[in-house]
């Protein structure tokens, strides 16, 4: 017997209900009980799909209002004391608080005395991203007083609720290990793994009780045992899992994401009833496990990808999944590699998608029937589901073979690419000497990162435009009109390098895969990024060439209303590539080079129409790291080339730009440095300047512009912090190789503090070349 199961479904719902729900909610628009009563209605849908799909089990606990993590700070009853919650809060409420903050407005009228909440409001739980996924959960926080209280009562009530089903209820935690890795300590010196013997009794008592409840199955999630772990994590591991032992219920070690390497024989000999293993980004280690696995455990096999939107090869994992299955005998389950939370709902009936890369794609639907074939074919026989069979592999040959995919032209110019193709023609320093001739620009100069204000009428334009209700002559002057706009703007303010604005940019990935020939969009891909907030990829799936420029009209068009020198502004290829839902039929690095060629077509052109500064953006390039650090080599090489290939074709005059957003860049500052861009920017200024000290410290060749203000906030800072922070600035990096501008793209701004910020920073560069 093999048994099907899937290791979580998406939350959002078919047409993002539980999106709209909670922004009602947090409007105030709909009660608790309201926004309770759809979950409840998401939960019995994705339960009756599970059932409908011939699921041999219906998976609890999946579901959250913002994030499973913060599920699990209220289900072990550890909210941090900082919230100063009284306890007559709703569970619900102090949920949204954790996850939102409570804003200065609130707190100034929540009545709280002392002031628990701050003049300044609470501050929400960190939000980071969730390994290596686009998903972000809410950052647990620990101390030497965290305290663990179980409070099971809405995990129990989902168990009952699903279990109106007629299934085996399997409810799916994240493991304590886990849990307290992903979590933070609160003060210096503390271990947070010293919690895990308070954390335990916790956990076994949730096994009882789940127990009591019926559950005969439990799946708890490690995905940490695929990370390079501390020895003392990995030891943990034993002594965690050997106390959970003793309830009536088995559990289920789930891994993912990564392949378990040095952990491998440990995961396999905790004393757990079964594990589950992710075989697609890990399938060399299938034999190792089949080896490994006592033959009393049941091995779950993530074959489906639950990553991508490809439809699973079904002969093909056939033939790996029956010899499996052979050695197991009667102990294999098969399931998608991770859960479904990553992937639209569904992607087969999306009429946007274009023809026939439609009938290519599986969203969680389409997994939960790709299973359910598997499971009749390992039992029955390939003529049990022949016509299923058959249909699968007319798309996936259709796939393999089709002219859309494979553009000869892109591989014959990949083939003839010169070794040189990622060298600028001269060195830095040379290169540097001549910008310098042309550009002829101020110490200290002033730039933004690119974006302006994108404003409701922008919006509604773009909108407007995209349903056909304005024609292409009127929403081009729409768009030049604020493009004069944001140019009038930066000139008034003084700025010495300008930008367009952007206006005609929905998203920065979006814009160029529109664009390129490789991509096409759904209408309804959505994945949760993190709380209500969903994005929808653009799916690549086929090479990548460009039929023709891209930004160079808007660019020009911006150019001619100024002397000042105006900046072409790009998305990496990097970047383009980890946005995007990408091609598993050719290696990414491949995938990435393509996009580099395109993009570099257009940094060329740019130059050809009289562009002398251009920005590439990189903020992907950290998030892009493989999960193991053994990984990280190779793939920063293919990365920092592809980037140095986009930008390679110019002069030595034309001046690259680069930029980055927050993140550790510490450890990877040669790779980054070896992507030679005349100049980056990124983002410090809410670590104040701390950041910028590793490329003091590494002696960074190239001209840095370090952000001298955050621009998530409407706060506009006052000149002398500003100026202060060039100054922490100039004791790391040479004066001569500093710029001045925000952190980041200011899309998000209102043009009020836009403008009074950008004058104060203005003022502090002025006032940094008088000091000079
Ligand atoms: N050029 C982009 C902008 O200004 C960069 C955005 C980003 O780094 N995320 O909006
Ligand atoms: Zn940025």
């Known amino acids: 017997m093999t048994k ?12 993002r209900e539980l999106k709209f729900a909670l922004e009602k909610h947090w409007r105030g628009e709909i009660t608790e009980a309201e926004l309770e009563a759809t979950g409840k209605q998401l939960r019995q849908r994705h339960w009756l ?58 707190a100034a009228s929540c009545g709280c005395a002392g002031g628990e909440h701050g003049s300044e409001g609470t501050h929400a739980l960190e939000m980071t991203k969730w390994f290596d996924t686009n998903y972000h959960y809410l950052v647990p926080e620990f101390d030497a007083q965290t305290q663990f209280k179980l409070h099971s009562d809405r995990l129990l009530a989902q168990v009952q609720e699903a279990a109106a089903y007629g299934l085996p209820v399997k409810p799916v935690l994240v493991g304590p290990l886990t849990f307290l890795w992903l979590g933070k300590e609160k003060t210096a010196g503390f271990d947070r793994l010293s919690l895990l013997d308070k954390l335990l009794p916790e956990y076994k008592e949730l096994l009882h009780r789940l127990a009591a409840a019926g559950v005969q199955w439990v799946q708890i999630d490690e995905p940490i045992l695929g990370l390079d772990l501390p020895g003392a994590w990995t030891l943990a591991f034993d002594r965690a899992y050997h106390s959970l032992q003793g309830t009536d219920v088995s559990i289920l070690l789930a891994t993912y994401f990564s392949p378990l390497e040095d952990n491998l024989s440990l995961a396999c000999k905790l004393p757990v009833a079964g594990l589950h293993v992710d075989a697609i980004r890990a399938g060399h280690e299938l034999n190792a496990v089949l080896d490994w696995l006592p033959a009393s455990k049941q091995l779950s096999v993530g074959f489906i990808d639950g990553r991508n939107i490809w439809r699973t090869d079904l002969k093909k994992a056939l033939a790996t999944l029956r010899p499996a299955l052979e050695r197991r005998q009667s102990a294999l389950w098969v399931a998608p590699s991770c859960s479904l939370l990553h992937v639209p709902f569904s992607l087969a009936q999306d009429a946007a998608v274009q023809e026939p890369v439609r009938y290519w794609l599986a969203g969680a639907v389409e997994k939960l029937e790709e299973l359910s074939i598997l499971q009749r074919g390992l039992q029955d026989g390939d003529a049990a589901i022949a016509s299923e069979l058959q249909a699968n ?35 830095f320093a040379q290169r540097q000497a001549q910008q310098r001739q042309r550009l002829q620009l101020p110490a200290f100069p002033t730039t933004t990162i690119g974006s302006f204000p994108q404003t409701g009428e922008i919006r509604a334009a773009r909108a407007a435009f995209k349903r056909g209700e304005l024609s292409q002559a009127d929403y081009t002057q729409a768009m030049e009109q604020e493009i004069a706009l944001a140019v009038r703007k930066q000139e008034e303010l003084g700025i010495d390098v300008l930008v367009h604005g952007e206006a005609e940019r929905n998203d920065m990935v979006e814009y160029f895969g529109e664009q390129l020939d490789g991509f096409t969009f759904s209408a309804n891909g959505w994945v949760q990024s993190y709380g209500s907030r969903c994005v929808k990829p653009p799916i690549l799936f086929g090479d990548v060439a460009r039929p023709q420029a891209m930004t160079v009209a808007w660019t020009q068009y911006a150019q001619s209303l100024t002397e000042r020198h105006m900046k072409g502004m790009l998305t990496g290829p990097i970047t383009i590539l980890q946005w995007s839902f990408v091609r598993d039929d050719q290696p990414r690095a491949d995938t990435t080079l393509q996009i580099a060629l395109a993009i570099r077509d257009e940094v060329v052109d740019l130059e050809a129409a009289g562009i002398a500064i251009i920005q590439i953006d990189e903020p992907a390039i950290r998030e892009g790291l493989p999960l193991r650090r053994a990984g990280w080599k190779p793939y920063l090489n293919w990365a920092t080339k592809a980037f140095r290939v986009s930008a390679s074709g110019v002069r030595a005059d034309t001046q690259i730009h680069t930029h980055m957003c927050y993140s550790e860049f510490n450890d990877i500052l040669p790779e980054i440095a070896s992507m030679d861009a005349d100049v980056i920017t990124i983002e410090t200024s809410r670590s104040d300047m701390e950041l910028l000290r590793g490329f003091g410290d590494f002696h960074y060749p190239n001209e840095i512009g370090p952000g001298v203000y955050d621009i998530h906030s ?41 403008e009074a910020a950008l004058a104060n920073m203005v003022k502090a560069a002025q006032q940094l070349r008088e000091e000079t």
């Not at 199961?5 to 047409?15: A, D, E, I, K």
């Not at 995919?405 to 023609?425: C, E, F, M, T, Y």
Request: with cysteine; hydrophobic share 40%.
């Open 393 to 427: 592999q007319t798309a996936i040959t259709q796939r393999a073979t089709s002219p859309l995919v494979k553009n000869p032209a892109v591989a014959a110019r990949i083939a003839a690419l010169p070794a040189d193709a990622d060298q600028r023609g001269a060195a």
């Open 4 to 15: 099907i199961h899937t290791l979580g479904f998406p939350r959002m719902g078919q047409n």
């Open 49 to 106: 799909l599970q059932k409908q799909s011939g699921l041999d089990f219906v998976t609890a606990g999946d579901f959250a209002y913002y994030d499973h993590i913060a599920n699990h700070i209220q289900l072990l009853g550890c909210e941090p004391a900082r919230f100063g919650f009284s306890g007559n809060e709703s569970e619900l409420a102090r949920y949204f608080t954790m996850a939102r903050g409570v804003a200065k407005e609130q």
């Open 714 to 754: 409407p706060r506009v800072p006052p000149v002398e912090e500003m100026v202060r922070l060039l100054q922490k600035a100039k004791a790391v990096v040479p004066a001569d190789h500093l710029w001045v501008n925000p952190d980041c793209g200011l899309k998000t701004r209102g043009w009020p503090e836009t």
